[in-house]
């Protein structure tokens, strides 16, 4: 069984930077895939950014949402088996609640993602 715990949400000011980080546990074959995804108050939970445990960057690509390129940046440290995202020049409309979860598949469709974390709150705010 894969368990997620996440960390490092909070309140920032916009503008600002904040690190999460998702530290998972008994990893497998199926859950080779990590996700970051986010969902604010009344809207569905959207796609973030993902990376891949394994396989070559060249084919296996860091993969980001639209409203977040450029300024996230998701990495891994596979000794600390460790994902990390990290967020600049946040905005208010990147408050939400930030969750990580771990698949088999390169998806950004949450329903492919087999385990969850239980999410860090990130509040952009002057």
């Known amino acids: 069984q894969v368990q997620l715990v996440e960390s490092g949400g909070g309140l920032v000011q916009p503008g600002g930077s904040l690190r999460l980080a998702c530290t998972a546990s008994g990893r497998t074959a199926s859950s080779n895939v990590m996700g970051w995804f986010r969902q604010a108050p009344g809207k569905e939970r959207e796609f973030v950014a993902r990376i891949r445990w394994s396989g070559s960057p060249t084919f296996y690509p860091t993969y980001y949402a639209d409203s977040v390129k450029g300024r996230f940046t998701i990495s891994r440290d596979n000794t600390k088996n460790t994902v990390y995202l990290q967020m600049s020049s946040l905005k208010p409309e990147d408050t939400a609640q930030y969750f990580c979860?771990?698949?088999?598949?390169?998806?950004?469709?949450?329903?492919?993602?087999?385990?969850w974390g239980q999410g860090t709150q990130v509040t952009v705010s002057s």
């Open positions: 979860a771990a698949g088999g598949r390169n998806s950004l469709i949450p329903r492919d993602y087999d385990y």
